[in-house]
């Protein structure tokens, strides 16, 4: 029909109607053409967290359609980097789970005193804070001279952060309570120097750590692994992607090595979640049985 213009077929279900609808399409597009660009997957990142993200940095950006936020952010590498920051969704804290750490010194530290040395991966690391967590845990422990820990995340802005393992003191002194809850043997104050407003954790557990990018949608394994930590991430994950993690997560552990994952994630899109056992009820701690 001359003049006039259709949509297609398949399309016109879902495009016809609300705005809503009309906007999932722009974020499709926003979606591919991130990838496009600057390689980064976002495709498989559950579409409600997503969502929120895509508002909040076009907040940020004060911009007021998605696609004029894919035009800013297509031409503007440094507006990539902040959409990163904000659909990573950085928040971490020292001791996130001090249950989990606990079970960690009570279960997985005695399994790591066998072996000569180990290694260790945090997938999805953010600014850092749980890789020191972990850092101290070891060295209260003696294991961290003979321990790597590799710390990982999307964002390069974020691995800046942790890498100098500096955090304001007033933040890390409110870590305290959670240390304590998860075993700590003395006080978090042991681990770090105090420079004006900053709390700058020690250099010795800096020496055990390497911090590198790594994209859990594109990436593969990298080594074995004693113990990997990957948690509050899955979250953002749609079940074709978590499952995809999982398999990462599985092939990169020995037989016998642990999986720690946060309080509201699970095994349920792990397609070897019959070949782990929970170690503690209620703890999402899991122990690879087989290979
Ligand atoms: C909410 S933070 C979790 C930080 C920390 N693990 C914790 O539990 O406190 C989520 C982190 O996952 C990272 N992330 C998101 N997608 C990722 C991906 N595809 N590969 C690697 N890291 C990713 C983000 O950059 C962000 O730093």
Aim: hydrophobic share 40%.
């Amino acid at each position: 029909m001359a003049g006039s213009v259709t949509r297609s077929e398949g399309a016109a279900l879902r495009l016809e109607g609300t705005g809503t609808e009309l906007e999932e399409v722009e974020i499709r597009l926003l979606l591919d053409g991130i990838r496009l660009c600057y390689g980064y997957d976002f495709r498989e990142y559950a579409l409600s967290p997503l969502r929120r993200a895509v508002m909040t940095a076009m907040t940020q950006e004060k911009v007021r359609t998605v696609s004029a936020f894919q035009d800013r952010i297509l031409h503007d590498a440094a507006c990539m980097q902040r959409f990163l920051g904000v659909v990573g969704v950085n928040v971490t804290t020292m001791f996130r789970d001090p249950e989990l750490v606990h079970t960690l010194r009570d279960e997985v530290i005695p399994l790591l005193r066998t072996y000569p040395s180990s290694r260790i991966w945090i997938a999805g690391c953010a600014t850092g804070e749980e890789v020191y967590s972990l850092a101290v845990l070891l060295q209260e422990e003696g294991l961290l001279t003979r321990s790597t820990i590799y710390a990982t995340d999307l964002n390069e802005d974020m691995l800046a952060v942790a890498r100098l393992g500096s955090y304001p003191l007033d933040r890390v002194r409110r870590y305290d309570e959670s240390y304590q809850a998860s075993g700590g043997r003395g006080s978090l104050a042991d681990h770090y120097s105090v420079a004006g407003r900053s709390a700058r954790f020690h250099s010795a557990l800096q020496h055990s750590i390497v911090f590198s990018r790594h994209n859990l949608v594109t990436d593969g394994s990298f080594n074995d692994f004693h113990l990997i930590v990957c948690a509050n991430v899955l979250i953002y994950f749609r079940s074709s992607l978590q499952e995809r993690a999982h398999r990462l997560f599985y092939d990169s552990l020995i037989r016998g090595g642990y999986l720690a994952l946060g309080k509201r994630e699970s095994l349920l899109y792990c397609p070897d979640r019959d070949h782990y056992q929970q170690v503690r009820e209620g703890v999402n701690l899991f122990r690879k049985m087989r290979w």
